[in-house]
């Protein structure tokens, strides 16, 4: 049972790490607008400006 | 000289109406210095598809000097930046020319406190989140190993649990202990004080029997509580701060330029807030009246179409009154301010936009009902099971744990997510079918409508006219035949110097083309050029000097005479808005009466009405007469529902039970309206077949979690809840409602 020693606070670490990237993502705006970016990924860049 | 874009204006997927382009000034006010660049905050409507995304900042990234231009499709907030001499004027012209609406963004700290909240509550939702799964991680093992778990690992998995659950208290709770905090200083109580008791009352003896080495520990259940109740809190908050983005229309409209001509004739351009009554100003054409002034100099057509409903422009002369909203069409005006914008017309809409905002929120919500039954429920039942446990015989920690066990059980997750979550569903749907909703607690409101009163211009009718047809010297033409499309392309290369709506529309059926150049226009007369010696008039009967019993014809119309040949006439409708009989037949069905007010002519009032079947209806109508009649109706305890998109509606709509605008009304009766649609009026029967779902739903969901709480409480107060069945009754009521909740995706 001493393997939950290390288990323990390695599944703890893995979810900070998880939280640590949501909390990231929200401060960087990424879920500033919900709709943009999937529309954004379809735009090629390469013709001239309408 | 009209500039004539590449693309069709406006939203390339038809999903919102194009604006109307007017010419933009007044922009350098809000320009900030980031480091060595400009930058600029734009709020732009009607952008909805990923084309519009495309295009719109293709255009402004294409502008000298740009660096940088990022259009933010859900909030319709862009951020441009750039480097040089280019006009902040040249960015905001360059977005309404291709047929969105642009303003400058007013620093708005109410929005930036509501985007900060929203963020701090998704931000504590994850870190409730993570440490909820982290604790039933090891509560599951401490569950399953009941009777082979020695007493010290389970202690030590309990201490860790709290270990995790106090910061996550701390941090996630913060949100209902400060909100429990400021009701109880005002002396009542909020949904918040049972929730800080249960979570601290919870962690208190989680904290006690883990000390004394006891079997039973409730951190999993406080920071399980903590987490479902932010998601609700959350879905609440996001919908209340897409309702404000949305009000802010209002203060980005008065922020607006004014051309105000100094004593030696100099036009200067001035923030509207700064004119004083007395000042002169300078009205260019195309541009917005931001005061009311009366004119001293200038002859010229005026659309006032947003201030009266009236569907063709006035001419104006010196000595007339201009109400601030209006658009000047033809001529330059200059005109002295009769008063500060605070007391124009602009700013008594918006009063009684505010006044109608506060009735409207004394309105009390089905969910502020279930919390007023909720909370004394709660505390009492509570209280009493300590009490008589502890008359029982029971020691003061054991009858603790189990007034702590019916506090968490009694579980308002159920309550807080039960109305969020329908709202978010409902709203979502509603939303790809391009309503766009304002305020979560409206489809309440809208669930309860028995009569709707319809503005007739944009709203009934598409509000811009279309050419219908042609008469010469009393024959009919047919529109596509060679000489008629001879005349028109000859009478449009006139029209396209004007802004008239009917001019407007000659060329929208004429096709592009080039401008005559040379062309006059003559303020309530029409267009003049001379072409090849002879002279070339597009206009009214009158100044044509055609022979009076023609034109009486009905309807709007123009003339065009070339020379002494016999002059054509073009005749316009105000087409119906497609889709409207058949929506007006399923709301009649619904037992719903049907009602029009409009500031148009009565006869063009009276003729709709009857093509429409709606027996009731009053032309003429001032803004507050429109405001007086429906205080009639809601004396006469009628739930009215507004649907308007003038400014002089925007009273009205704000007054109503329930209020909609369709998308192409102005930004001010947009943010008065609870919902705002696009397409035609087909979309009215559908917003409230999803308001009286999602009001059944709501209803539904709180039925459920007080059957749960009927089964729930007597296992509690008897001393039955383990913190396993605490967490399933708790994940399970939530699940249920939410899922029900969803039931609001399905289309019948």
């Excluded at chain 2, 402004?60 to 319709?76: D, E, Y």
């Excluded at chain 2, 987490?227 to 409209?253: C, E, K, S, T, V």
């Excluded at chain 2, 001035?270 to 009554?277: I, K, L, T």
């Excluded at chain 2, 002879?534 to 005479?561: C, Y």
């Amino acid at each position: 049972m001493t393997i939950i020693v290390y288990l323990i606070p390695v599944a703890l670490g893995l979810g900070l790490l998880g939280l640590g990237a949501f909390i990231w993502s929200i401060r960087s705006g990424q879920f500033d607008d919900m709709q943009g970016p999937a529309y954004r990924i379809l735009d090629d860049d390469d013709d001239t400006p309408a | 000289m009209t500039a004539l874009t590449p693309t069709a204006p406006g939203c390339p997927s038809g999903l919102s109406p194009v604006t109307a382009r007017d010419t933009k000034t007044g922009y350098a006010g809000f320009v900030r210095d980031v480091g060595d660049e400009h930058a600029i905050d734009l709020v732009v409507r009607g952008a909805k598809c990923g084309g519009c995304l495309s295009k719109i900042e293709k255009s402004v990234s294409a502008l000298p000097g740009v660096t940088q231009a990022r259009l933010n499709l859900s909030s319709g907030q862009m951020r441009v930046r750039w480097t040089g001499p280019l006009a902040a004027d040249r960015i905001a012209q360059t977005i309404s020319d291709l047929g969105y609406g642009v303003a400058a963004q007013a620093a708005d700290t109410g929005a930036a406190d509501k985007a900060r909240e929203e963020r701090s509550l998704l931000i504590s939702m994850g870190v409730a989140g993570f440490a909820a799964a982290n604790i039933m991680l090891l509560s599951v093992s401490v569950w399953a190993g009941t009777g082979e778990m020695g007493e010290a690992t389970r202690q030590t998995l309990h201490a860790l649990s709290g270990v995790i659950a106090l910061p996550v208290l701390l941090f996630s709770g913060r949100h209902f202990f400060r909100s429990a905090w400021a009701a109880l200083r005002n002396g009542h109580a909020n949904m918040d004080v049972p929730i800080s008791l249960a979570l601290s009352l919870a962690f208190g003896v989680s904290v006690f029997e883990t000390l004394r080495g006891g079997e039973h520990a409730y951190f999993d259940a406080v920071v399980m509580l903590c987490f479902f109740l932010l998601i609700g809190r959350f879905l609440d908050a996001r919908l209340r701060r897409q309702a404000h983005a949305a009000a802010n229309a209002l203060a980005a409209m008065q922020t607006s330029a004014v051309t105000r001509l100094t004593d030696k004739g100099d036009a200067v351009s001035v923030a509207a807030r700064d004119v004083a009554a007395g000042d002169r100003i300078l009205l260019a054409p195309g541009e917005r009246a931001m005061v009311d002034m009366r004119i001293f100099d200038g002859v010229s057509d005026v659309d006032e179409s947003l201030v009266t409903g009236e569907s063709l422009p006035r001419t104006f002369s010196p000595g007339m009154t201009l109400h601030a909203g209006a658009i000047n069409v033809s001529a330059p005006l200059r005109g002295e301010a009769l008063k500060v914008v605070e007391e124009s017309l602009l700013s008594q809409i918006g009063e009684m936009l505010e006044a109608g905002e506060q009735r409207r929120s004394a309105y009390r919500r089905i969910a502020d009902r279930a919390v007023s039954i909720y909370v004394p429920f709660v505390h009492t039942t509570a209280a009493l099971a300590c009490l008589g446990w502890l008359l029982l015989g029971a020691s003061l920690p054991d009858a603790l744990m189990i007034a702590a066990a019916t506090l968490i059980i009694t579980c308002p997750c159920a309550l807080a997510l039960a109305a969020p979550v329908a709202q978010v569903v409902a709203a979502g749907r509603l939303f790809r079918k391009g309503v766009y909703l304002r305020s979560g607690d409206a489809f309440e409101r809208l669930a309860e409508i028995d009569h709707i009163v319809f503005d007739k211009t944009g709203t009934l009718t598409l509000g811009t006219p279309k050419l219908e047809g042609m008469v010469l010297t009393g024959q009919s033409l047919a529109l596509d035949s060679p000489e008629a499309k001879a005349m028109l392309a000859d009478a449009a290369s006139l029209a396209r110097v004007s802004h008239h709506p009917l001019s407007r529309a000659l060329v929208a059926t004429a096709g592009s083309g080039a401008a005559r150049e040379g062309v006059r226009e003559i303020a309530g007369c029409g267009l003049e050029a001379s072409v090849d010696g002879q002279t070339w008039r597009l206009g009214s009967a009158n100044w044509i000097g055609t022979d009076k019993a023609l034109a009486a014809a009905s309807g709007p119309s123009l003339w065009f005479a070339r020379g002494d040949a016999p002059a054509v006439q073009f005749r316009f409708v105000d087409n119906v808005q497609p889709g409207t009989a058949d929506a007006l037949n399923t709301l009649r069905a619904q037992g719903i009466d049907l009602e029009i007010v409009s500031g148009d002519q009565n006869g063009a009032v009276a003729s709709l009405a009857g093509t429409l079947g709606i027996a009731d209806w009053t032309g003429e109508a001032s803004p507050q007469a429109k405001v007086a009649r429906l205080e009639t109706l809601r004396d006469q305890n009628h739930r009215v529902l507004m649907v308007g998109d003038g400014l002089n509606d925007a009273g009205a709509l704000s007054l109503a039970h329930a209020s909609l605008a369709p998308g192409a009304a102005i930004d001010i009766s947009q943010s008065a309206s609870d919902a705002v649609y696009s397409g035609g009026l087909d979309a009215i029967p559908l917003i409230l077949r999803v308001a009286r779902k999602t009001r059944a739903i709501m209803r539904q969901n709180f039925a459920l979690a007080a059957a749960y709480n009927v089964i729930a409480v007597p296992i509690a107060v008897t001393g039955h809840v383990t913190p396993l069945v605490a967490a399933i009754a708790m994940s399970l009521s939530s699940i249920i409602v939410t899922l029900n909740a969803m039931r609001l995706q399905i289309e019948e």
